[in-house]
């Protein structure tokens, strides 16, 4: 288990790619982090400069974990609905770790910000079945059986009242769609009574941007188990990502 007293952690987004160094005993950041926009366009190439300078700017001088909003197998993207298609079967893994100089791995952001909850956050210490989503552009999951995390479950994209729920659900859908927080709230719950059909979770943990303002929406749910607001706020990605990146010296003798 993890020795190290602080790690690094990168949450890259549609908009904005996020980075601080992290505390890994509890979660919390230990400097300021720093956001640069996501460049336009958000090619592999033109990312993996703004990774380095965001490690830069830190003098960070060690392995980094990296969350992002795709389906991510060993390292390699293998989907890209909110980010360009031409990250597709990239080995983002590989690609950081030459940009940085240290061991780097990349994790889907959703199952990222989840580990945090279930570390820190709202999950701790919590057994069976729980479900972590995030509410922001689009909808992002992470799914743990007695803490182990399922990864890359992508549970915005389940078809429910059309193809791709995200597209209806997610906090974007109430800006496009100009929806109250109660409607909105209802969609939502809707959604989540679907994937207490499914999956039959002890617990289902709200997180994202929309999670920022609960009081709001969170009274129209009642999809059949426990819901609680993601605790970590803002910093779940940056803070799960951090944890989850290679052991000082690990990968990199690995690699060698
Ligand atoms: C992506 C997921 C991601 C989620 C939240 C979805 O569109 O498919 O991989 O976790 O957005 O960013």
């Not at 943990?205 to 929406?217: D, F, H, N, Q, V």
Request: hydrophobic residues 45%; aromatic residues 4%.
């Amino acid at each position: 288990m993890a020795t190290r007293t602080r790690s690094f952690g990168i949450d890259i987004g549609g908009s904005g790619m996020k980075a601080a160094p992290v505390d890994v005993s509890d979660g919390s950041l230990a400097a300021d982090r720093l956001r640069i926009d996501t460049p336009q366009p958000a090619t592999p190439k033109a990312m993996a400069k703004v990774v380095r300078k965001l490690v830069a700017h830190h003098d960070w001088d060690g392995p980094v974990g990296v969350c992002m909003p795709s389906v991510v197998t060993n390292g390699v993207v293998r989907s890209a609905a909110n980010i360009d298609p031409s990250w597709l079967d990239v080995d983002a893994d590989a690609l950081f770790t030459q940009a940085v100089g240290h061991p780097v791995s990349v994790v889907n952001d959703a199952d990222a910000a989840g580990v945090a909850e279930m570390r820190w956050g709202s999950g701790r210490g919590r057994s069976g079945v729980v479900i972590c989503l995030t509410f922001g552009t689009g909808i992002g999951s992470g799914l743990f059986v007695d803490g182990v995390l399922v990864p890359n479950t992508e549970l915005g994209h389940l078809e429910l009242d059309g193809p791709d729920i995200e597209k209806r659900a997610a906090a974007s859908a109430r800006d496009r769609e100009g929806l109250s927080w109660e409607e909105w709230g209802d969609r939502v719950d809707r959604y989540l009574t679907h994937v207490v059909m499914l999956f039959s979770p002890e617990l289902i943990i709200l997180g994202g941007g929309a999670s920022k303002k609960p009081e709001r929406w969170v009274h129209r749910l009642d999809p059949g188990c426990e819901v609680a607001i993601a605790e970590m706020a803002n910093n779940a990605g940056i803070a799960g990502a951090a944890l989850l990146a290679p052991e000082p010296g690990a990968l990199r003798s690995a690699r060698e």
